[in-house]
Each structure stands twice: as C-alpha cells, then as structure tokens.
C-alpha cells in the first residue's frame, strides 16, 4: 500500500498520534477506553456512598467538590443523578464499545483476515478522533453550570428536555460518539468483505472476526435512529421544535411556553431502537474474545462453529425487533406487547445456543487455567445468569413489578459487567504479548482474578433481591418503606464495589510493570492457530513480511498426526 | 411496616397478584435448576477435562444429543410461560375492565414531585379540568364553575380505596414522565404526560402502604412518595365525608 512510509521513516506525530496504522489506532482507542472505563466506575463508586450511607457526608474527598454538587460533603441529588447518568453513559459509549470494537476490533480484525491495514486507514484515524472528541465533550459537561446531564442515560423527554445546559453539551457529546461508530462500522464491513487474506473464505474466519463483523451491521443500522433523535432533542432544546413535547405541559406549577404537538414516546422508541441492538454490540465481541480463547486453551477445536455463526447473524437481525420489550409499562396494548414478548423469547434461543457451544467447547479439551482462560470461564456462568434474568424481565405480567427496579440493573450488568468486562480482560491478557511482544505477570493476573469475581458478584447478586423487593433504579436515597427493608444490602454492595476498586490495582501494576519489564515472549506464546500470531510481536507495519495464505479453518488443534498439537490457518500439514 | 417489606416480594394486598407472583416465582425455580445443571455440568468438565500430563485433547468434537433437547425445552418452556400465564395475566390486567357501574373512579395527576388524586365525589361525576387553572392551591385545575366539581375531592399524595371493590384509575401527568408504583398491589404504570391511561385493581387486604414512583423524574424522585390506604367500605365512606368539600367553599382547598 503506502510503500513510501518504508523508504522515509514517520515522525512522532505522524506514527503515533495522529497515526493511520489499525494497530496504532486499536492502542489509542484501547488505552482511551480503559481510562474512560476506570472513570465511569469512579463515578458509581461515589454514588454508591449515598447508597450505603444516605446524606452523610463523603469522607476526604468530599471536600472536593463545588456547592452544586456537595454541601459539607454531602451529595445533592442532583449530583447523584449526573452520577447515574453519566457512568451510564461513559461505560456504554465511551468505555466499552471503543474497547471492544475501537480497540480489539481495530487492532485484531486486519491481523486475523491477513490485511495488511483497515480498508480506510484515514477514515479509521478519523474515527478515533471524533471519539476522542466526544470524549472530552463529555467530560467537560461536568463543568458547565449545573453540572452535566442528569436524566438517566436513556434521556428521556420531557424531562431531559427541560433539563439544565448538561443535556445539550450530552446531546453534542453523543453526536460525536454516534458518528465515531458510523464511521469505524463501514469500515470494518469493507474490510472483512474485501481484503481477506487468499484462502481466507468467510467460514475459514475466526469466531471474533464474525462476531466483529455482525456488530459492525448492528451500529451501521442501529445508531442513525439515535441521531436523528439526538438531533431532534437538541432541536427541542435550542430551536424551540417540540418533537418530544406533548401540548399542555405544567412544568413547575408554570405552562410551559412551547407549541407542543409532539410525543415522548417517540424518543423511547427511536432510543431503544438503537440501545437494543447496542446490547449486542457490548457482547458480541466479548462471546468473540471469550471463543477465541477457550479453543486455543483446550486445545482442541470449538464446539459447533458453524452453528454459532449462523446464531450470531440471526441474533444479528432479531436484535431489531425487540426494542420495545423496553416499554412494556407505556401502555402498549396487548397485541404490541404480545408481538415484543414473543420476539423478546425468540432472541433468547441463539443466545442460548452459543452459550451452550462455548460450555461444551470444554468438553474433551486438556485445559489450561492460564489468566485470560480463568476470565473466559467466569465469563460463561455469570453471561448465563445475566441471560436467564433477562427471561422474567421480558414477559409483560411479570416485568410490572420488576420493570425500572434494581432486577433490571442486576440483569443487565450480569451481562455487561461480570459478562462483557470479564470477556475483555480476558482479552487484554491475551493479546498482550501480540501488542507489546511481552507477557503481562501470571501471579498478579490471578491476584486480579480472583478478588474481581468474588467482589463482582457481591454487588450484582444482591441487586435482584433489592428488585423483587420493589427497590426502584435512581433512587437517591432509600426513602420507601420496602427500599428501607433491604437497606442493609446496599452497604454490602457498597463495599464490595469499593472492594472490586481495590482489586483493579494489582492489574494497573500488572499493566505498567510489564509493559517495561515483562517477560519477553516469541511471537506465538499460546501457541495460537490464528493469523495474528504467525507474524512477529509487535508486528511490522502493514502486519506481514510476506502476504498469509490460509490453508485450513482457525481451530486447528490437536489435529490428529502433526507433530505439535496446534496447526496455524497459514501452515503446511507435515 | 417492615412487617409488610423484607427479603423477596412485597406484601400482596391485590387480587391479581397473587398469579404474578405465582409467574415471578415460577421463573426463578425454572432458571435456578437451569443455572445449577450448567454449572454442575461445567465445573466437572472443568476437572474432568484438565491439562495435566499425559491428557490429550480430542480433535474430533464429541456430537451431544442433550443440547438439542435442552434447545426444544427451553423454547417449549417459553413458549408455556407466554400462553399459559403472561398472555393470559395481562389480558386481564389490559382488556378485562370491571364495570364501571360497580367500580370507584379515581383520577391520578403526576407532577414533579406528588401524586393528585382526584375523586369524583358523592355525584360519581368528575367536575371539568383546565390546564391554565392548575396552581399550588389547586393542582388538578378543577373549574368550580362546574356544577360537578363542587363535590370533588383533590388530594395530594393520599390515595384511599375501599378493599374488594373493583377501582378503575386514570392515570396521567403534568410535566415529565413518571411511573405510578403500588409495590403491594403490583401495579406499576408509566405515567405520560399527554397521555390519558386508564387501569384497574382490586384489593383484597386492608392496610396502610405506599405509592412510589418508579421512573427517574428528576431530583425529587426519590421523595415522590405518597401515601396508599386500603380501608373496609365503611372506613372508606368514612374518610369520604371527612373530606368532602363544605358545601359553599368555592376554591377546592387541597387535603394534604
Ligand atoms: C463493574 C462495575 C460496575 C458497577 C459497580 C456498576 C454499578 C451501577 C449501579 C449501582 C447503577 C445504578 C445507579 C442508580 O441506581 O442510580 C448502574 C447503572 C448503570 N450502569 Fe453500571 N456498574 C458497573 C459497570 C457497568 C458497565 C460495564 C456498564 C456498561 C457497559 C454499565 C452501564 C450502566 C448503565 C447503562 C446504567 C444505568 C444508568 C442510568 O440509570 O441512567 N455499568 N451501574
Ligand atoms: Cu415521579
Ligand atoms: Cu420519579
């Protein structure tokens, strides 16, 4: 391609910051999305003072903070609130979707269909770019007066449209996010379609690069509904528009001055349009890493490939038709709800499916407990028990009481949190020696392992007594007489949030210690079948001396008759 | 009241409740045996099945028959949870109305950060609304120069129904969206400003409870909390005349 960067080497800026290679760019969006990732959980960690110790004020660091947020300390609700509402966006939008897709995607996706770059190398620097931007807008909206947005991550108007400056500097924030993933989206789609490596045919792929490549659809379709309704909101907002406003609003005891005419429940539907489908966007690429490493740490082939790719592009296209299993309490009428309910448990049987195929990939392997294989095994029941949570919350009769309440935060972080972030993490393991040619410590990995899954699930499995309970979501302090029953749960869950802070420093350790004195490792440690590890570590610019040509499917292990038990896509049978 | 609130659901003081709870129940017995077997089955794979020296992993992938099995039961599952219960439950939640003839007739008004109730009073007619008469002193906006609304009775954060009575309640708001939550009476509706959205429920049990809102409606949700009293027929007429408007009083005062 560029064969002029050969002859004059880059300078600094050019190779590393405003860079067009995927793997500088995976970096970035990985490095970007960890911090916005510890950010996001900061946020909740604070909020979770308030939970456990209502109205008290916040040791130490409470002084910290400016009158609109705290007074002697102690939280304003409408402090927490930016709280809820922007982890929730930061861990959605800002720290694990770029992880996911910006970081593993970018970096792994050209390595493992032996491409030499991403189709669009300038539109993928681009893409990290208006991420970044969006970034710090998001950021800065703590700073505006009144603080940043407060209504939820959802949004939902009119209260998100009468709310304080924040929501507009979101609203621009998620405009820039949206047109990020636009962006990268197309670009993955070209790239798989078109610069697979000879020989590399579309069931010859590795699991992740399918998994990469159904989500790339799912933000290609799913995110310009949430533009235009970002842009719509903002209209509301600046313009005066009443897309979200219905006629006859009392705001404060006041008429609100506005022509009306429109309907919240347009938002809802335009969001969850898009924020179902972004479900699977947050763990498609996760059950992708999981798959990639199971197979390499059984040493043996995945259970039903085929099968699970056809259950991801059918998981794929069903994510489209559940969104309103979201709004079963807005007064649909039966015949919706039923229609929603019944999609709701179709898209329940791929996910099942795959879930199964990865539980019996086990089946017949010689396991390895290595780090990133104790997050991919953790991963699976803690997926499984967010999945089978899911179950109560999309039948209508029962989600009347559960709907809104702490079940759903429960069921959604078992699948995003113990799910996703574990997925992650097992990936980061990993891929480590790929990105670095060096070896993140086995004892301090186990150190992080095993304090995160513990401390984990002592805050995501009290959350869905809290629900049954009738606790609310949102709640600044536990006022009801059935939020007061089960108050004790929340200050376990505090500390174990706090807990599962504590255990993040042995992997920060872990992270900087060996990215300087790790144990240098070949450029195949695992001894991987894929295409990324038949290249050196880190590798080249545009990834291979000599263009890969792939010879067999990406789980060649232990084939019967070679003489190592793994056999690279790219390499000759002796 | 933690007689009523603990560990599990809420106190069920409804008569469509009890199948709710039946269904929530029933769920979590089906998804904690689902869970147990997959565990069980992983962690003996995880023993069975590692590394150690002279174990061999198999290339041939073992075929299992179990999870096609599993597959169809799982969906056949699913498939008797929506038409054997949540079809069923929430026609009659939805389509069933009792007749109205028989019913109590509530109005309820969401604002940041109260509930309006509002009763038709001893005429069994709800006197006329207006949007520009809506003020601190008058929360619902009712018009006294209808004839109707003489008898009205506005309250804030009080709900008070007869037990075994059928109550048909409308349901709407002046600001943002909130979410009406009985937690003893399993009810919970999304309360939509622009939107008229009617609802039934029955109690079978007296006591004192809560109304909650359940969906994030600004700084004050936490405290949007009122009170929900269930009382026999003869305490609710009771409370009835307690409250009603004296005859000449033309401004509705609230009762608060
Ligand atoms: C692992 C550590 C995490 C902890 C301890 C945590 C905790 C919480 C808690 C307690 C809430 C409820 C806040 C409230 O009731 O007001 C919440 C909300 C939320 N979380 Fe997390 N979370 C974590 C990770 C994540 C991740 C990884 C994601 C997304 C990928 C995520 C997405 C969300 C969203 C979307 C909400 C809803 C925010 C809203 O109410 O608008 N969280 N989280
Ligand atoms: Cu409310
Ligand atoms: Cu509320």
Redesign the interface.
Known sequence: MNHASHAHPLPFWRKYIFSMDHKVIGVQYAVTSLLFLFFGFGLISLLRWQLAFPSQPVPFIGQFFNDTQMVGGIM???FY?QLGAMHGTIMVFLGVVPLAVGGFGNYLVPLQVGAPDMAFPKLNMMSYWVYFIGGIVMLCSFFVPAGAA???WTS????SD?APLGQTVWLIGMVFLITSSLLGSVNFIVTIVQLRAQGLTFFKMPFFVWAQFVTSFLLLLAFPPLEAASVMQLMDRLAGTSFFL????????Q??AHTGGG???LWQHLFWFLAHPEVYVLILPALGIVAEIIANN????I??YKVMVFATIFLGFMSFVVWAHHMF???M??SM??FF??TT?II??PS??IL??L??S????????NTPMLFA?AF??MF??GG??G??LG????D??????YYVIGHFHYVVAPGTIFALFAGIYFWFPKVTGRKLSEFLGKLHFWPSFIFINGIFMPMF?LG???V??????P????A???QPLNVFISYCAWGLGLAQIPFILNFVISLFAGKKVDSNPWESTTLEWQTTSPPPHENFEHEPVVLHGPYE????GQKK?FLPQNMREN | ??K???????FNASANGA??DR??YG??G??FV??IG??T??VY??IR????PG?????K??H?KA?TY??VS??LI??L??VG???P???H???QFPNEAGALKIHVVA??FAWNIHYPGADGVFGKTR??L???DNPVGLDPSDPHAADDIVTINQLHIPVNKPIIINLTS????H?F?L?VM?????A????L?PLWMEANKTGD??I????????????M?GFFSIHTQEDFDKWLKDNAPAPAAAPVAPAV
């Open positions: 304003l609700p409408e609130n407060q209504s939820g939902y108007p009119p209260l009468v219905p006629s006859g609003l009392v705001v404060g005891g008429p609100l309907n919240p429940l059984t040493r043996k082939p259970y039903g309490l807005t007064n009428g039966t709800s039923s309910q019944i448990m329940s049987i099942v499916v199964t195929a539980i019996l086990l089946w017949g392997g010689s396991i390895r407990f095994v699976l029941p499984g028990i089978l949570t179950l109560p039948l209508t009769a029962s009347i009481h559960l709907h809104d309440t007594i049954l309970a009738g609310s979501r949102r709640l600044y302090s006022e009801y007489a059935h007061q029953a089960v292990y232990s084939v019967p038990d | 009241m933690s009523y609130y603990g560990w599990g659901l809420p199948a709710i269904l929530i769920i979590h089906i998804m689902l869970f997959w565990l089955f992983l794979t995880l099945f590692r590394a150690r174990h061999q992993a198999a290339y992938v073992h299992f999870p599993l597959e799982v969906a699913e498939v949870l929506l219960f949540s079809f439950i929430m026609n939640v939805k389509n604002e940041q949007q520009d809506m003020g601190s002046k600001d943002v969206i979410s939550f937690p399993r009810v919970k509706q999304d939509i400003p622009g939107d959205i409870f809560e909650a809102c359940a969906q994030l409606c600004g700084l004050g949700h936490y405290r909390r």
